[in-house]
C-alpha cells in the first residue's frame, strides 16, 4: 500500500506547518455520548472496555517502577490520593502533585459536581521534581522525553501547540499518515493498529501519547515495551481485547463542533473543534468483531464475521511469533 509522506512546509521561523482544521467561531462544552449498535455487543464489550480502562492506568504505572520509562502523568480522585503515594513510595517513587481539576468522570461528576482529581507525576524523585518544572515552564520536549515518549513525536507535539493550542489532533495526525485517496475533506487512513488513537476517547489505546503519524516506528516500540509489562502483570486480557479492538474499522468526522465515531459496536459523539463543514477520516481495519453491526456503509461490514485471531494475525504484535 502506498504510504505518501505528509506534507510538511518549513518553516524557518515556526518548524512546521500542521494540517489543521479550518474553524468557526465557538467552543461547545466537554461531553461524550455514546451509542451501542446492540444490547448484545454492549454486554459483551463495555465490560471489556472497563477492564482495559484500569489495566491501563495500572500498566502505565509499572512502566515506571520497571524502568521503561523515568515518569507517568496520572489522574487520581482525592480519595486514592494516599493509596497511590503509598504504593509508590514502596517502590522508591514520588508522587508530586501538578493540579487539582473537576472530574470528568460522568459518574462521579453526576453523583457529586463538585468531585475532584489531582493531576500528578510519578517518577524517581529527580526525575518527577523535573518534570514538575518543565510542566511549569511548557517545556514540551523535556516533559515529554520524562514520560518516555518518543523524540519524533515530543517535536510535533510542541510543534503542533506552538501554533494552535487548542486544534483537533486526530486529524492533524490522519492527515500526517494518511495511505489512499487523500482528498481535501476525507482522509483514508490506515497505519499500525498499536498506534490507533481513535479509541482514546474510551480510555483503549496502546500507547500513552499522540504519535507524531499511524506509522512512527518508536511509538510501535513503545507499544511493544507497554504490552510485555502488561503481559508481565497478568493483564493478557486486557491486551488481547486492545489489540482486537484497534484493528475494527471506524469512521471520524467532525461538524459544527460536534465529533462523531462510528465502529462496529457502539457509535460516539463528543466535543470537538467548529467546522463550518464536514471533515471525515476513515480507518480501515484487519478484523471485524463477530457482534458487530451490518450495513452497506463503511465502516460496517456485510458478510459473516471475520474475528480477530490472536494467533493468526501476522501483524500482532502482542502474540506475535516473535514476542
Ligand atoms: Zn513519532
Not at 71 to 82: E, I, R
Not at 99 to 125: D, T
Not at 295 to 321: C, E, M, N
Request: with cysteine.
Amino acid at each position: 500500500m502506498r504510504r505518501t509522506e505528509p506534507s510538511l512546509k518549513a518553516d524557518a521561523n515556526r518548524g512546521y506547518s500542521l494540517p489543521r482544521l479550518p474553524r468557526m467561531d465557538f467552543v461547545l462544552p466537554e461531553f461524550l455520548r455514546s451509542m451501542w449498535v446492540s444490547d448484545e455487543a454492549r454486554l459483551r464489550w463495555q465490560p471489556r472496555i472497563e477492564s482495559i480502562s484500569t489495566a491501563w492506568r495500572e500498566m502505565e504505572w509499572l512502566t515506571v517502577v520497571e524502568g521503561v520509562r523515568p515518569c507517568v502523568l496520572c489522574s487520581v480522585s482525592t480519595d486514592g490520593w494516599s493509596e497511590l503515594r503509598n504504593r509508590s513510595k514502596k517502590q522508591g517513587l514520588t508522587v508530586v502533585p501538578l493540579m487539582v481539576q473537576r472530574s470528568m468522570s460522568k459518574g462521579s461528576a453526576a453523583a457529586n459536581p463538585s468531585a475532584m482529581i489531582m493531576r500528578a507525576v510519578i517518577g524517581r524523585r529527580r526525575d518527577a521534581k523535573r518534570f514538575a518544572r518543565a510542566w511549569a515552564n511548557l517545556d514540551c520536549a523535556e516533559a515529554g522525553a520524562l514520560l518516555g515518549y518518543p523524540e519524533c513525536c515530543c517535536r510535533f507535539f510542541a510543534d503542533a501547540m506552538r501554533q494552535s493550542a487548542d486544534q483537533e489532533m486526530l486529524w492533524t495526525v490522519a492527515a500526517r499518515s494518511y495511505t489512499t485517496g487523500a482528498e481535501s475533506r476525507l482522509l483514508r487512513v490506515d497505519g499500525h493498529p498499536e498506534l490507533n488513537i481513535f479509541w482514546r476517547y474510551l480510555g483503549v489505546k496502546a500507547v500513552p501519547h499522540i504519535p507524531c503519524n499511524l506509522n512512527c516506528a518508536d511509538s510501535l516500540h513503545l507499544a511493544e515495551q507497554f504490552a510485555g509489562v502488561g503481559r508481565s502483570a497478568g493483564q493478557e486480557d486486557a491486551i488481547a481485547w486492545t489489540s482486537e479492538i484497534l484493528r475494527w474499522p471506524l469512521e471520524w468526522s467532525v461538524l459544527h463542533g460536534i465529533a462523531e465515531m462510528k465502529t462496529p459496536i457502539v457509535k460516539l459523539c463528543t466535543n470537538s473543534v467548529a467546522t463550518r463543514s464536514r471533515f471525515t477520516i476513515r480507518k480501515s481495519g484487519s478484523a471485524y468483531p463477530e457482534d458487530g453491526a451490518r450495513g452497506v456503509d463503511f465502516p460496517f461490514q456485510q458478510q459473516t464475521a471475520v474475528r480477530t485471531s490472536r494467533f493468526t494475525d501476522g501483524l500482532h504484535i502482542i502474540y506475535g511469533t516473535g514476542q
